[in-house]
């Protein structure tokens, strides 16, 4: 199964070529040949800043399903009990979150199973907030990401790749042109091109995508095909990512902060870019 | 407020002596003078390798309550609906977690006013597993942070000090050991001594406890005194934390995964040394 052996090319720290995914391709409908995610190199890495890439999660939040991602059920009341505590109710896939490779396979790594060294990564920027203000539908393509190499070098082993769009500060300004529903029920708002997701998984060695909007695919995707190249390949993404003008386009390391939970499909995650 | 304060005293990077929190130490019922937590120097940091310090969280993982923590509720499943999802009832508190000021408080810090520079913060680990082996209940004392300082230097500004009993072991192998329920239904597990907590509160710069057993005090209290002295003064806490025997004693980095939910007392984490 791609997945499990994708885990096992991160853990062996095998080269960029070494391994070949057939199984996640297939899944995604892709002749494509995945490239493997690798860990970064060992060689030190340094930091000043932290950067909260987070959104706070609250009921009100923009949800894909136009619902509340969470509510808080009080258990114990600090002037009754002498402490205060709730039980959350949660979508799994709620404010700022990941999606494991299980989300969109029948099988594949749930949460638990995301190796710790592929969540501490070399983090890239890709600034399309210029497109995609007049464009709530645009979709980052191949091209972006050939233009990003152009000014940055190569994408870094091992990196996640974010889309910096410029919704994230729409999600608690404007929730309603974050999620951008028409008339017709159609969501208007920037995602990946599922061939720039290829292009990625062929062609260098990214762990994960990351969007500042509700979803990896764009707003008007009802085949959600970036997921479906994506996920089943043995790599992340997250969703509903907060502040990427604040990091910078390249240098900085990911912390994905990911709740180690048996068996789910994704969690809301605390991300720190360390710069 | 005292935590409202102490949340500017971090935010203003005011000086060690610049604060005095005398709010959270009566109610904690101490007469002691706090000391804010300060963030740690902007100084680069550098790390090389990330340690994971994460239990996974299943319904099975020992609770202080006696019942499951977290459940899963299917809430799409791939064959019908092309992807998978669940719905977690989580009692807040449950798994390697960190608790919030406001959780033995009137009012407080709740998870979402968590600053993200007291969340990545150098860590010391005080290692009493030899003392604690024979001796369940073992109180971590102020004899202990001295020792450990004459070894290692002064607890660094704005760290986070760990107890390590090697518990953390019997978290799977033994989860009848790591609760220590005797036939009294008295509980038995290594914490943090109250004169401790007060010492650092008084005469460090610590914005957070870890211990690696269910509580930061020790299995037979009922009074929860160390909960009562730190968590009210605006400073937060991780209890079950795992593999503290890989951290070394001093010179990590600690990364508080803490996902960002309003109003929340506490939350399951994801925790990383970073060295």
Known sequence: MCVAGCMEAVRAGMSRRGFFGRAGAAAAGFAAVAVAPVPAAAAPRSFERVIDLTHTLTPEFPSFFGIPGIELEPRAEFAKDGYNMYVWKLIEHSGTHLDTPIHFAETGASVEAILADTLVVPFAVVDVADKAENDADYLLSRDDLVAWEGKHGRLPQGCCVAMHAGWGKLALSDPARFIGRDVDG???????????????????????????????????????????????????????????????????????????????TGAPVRLFALA
Do not use: C, I, Y
């Open 186 to 264: 159609t969501l208007h708002f920037p995602g990946f091109a599922p061939d720039a997701a290829t292009w990625l998984l062929k062609e260098r060695a990214v762990v994960g995508l990351a969007v500042d909007t509700l979803s990896l695919d764009h707003g008007p995707s009802t085949d959600f095909k970036t997921h479906k190249v994506w996920l089943p390949s043995g790599r992340w993404g997250l969703e509903n990512v907060a502040n990427l003008d604040q990091a910078p386009p390249v240098g900085a390391t990911l912390v994905v902060g990911l709740p180690k939970v048996k068996d789910a």
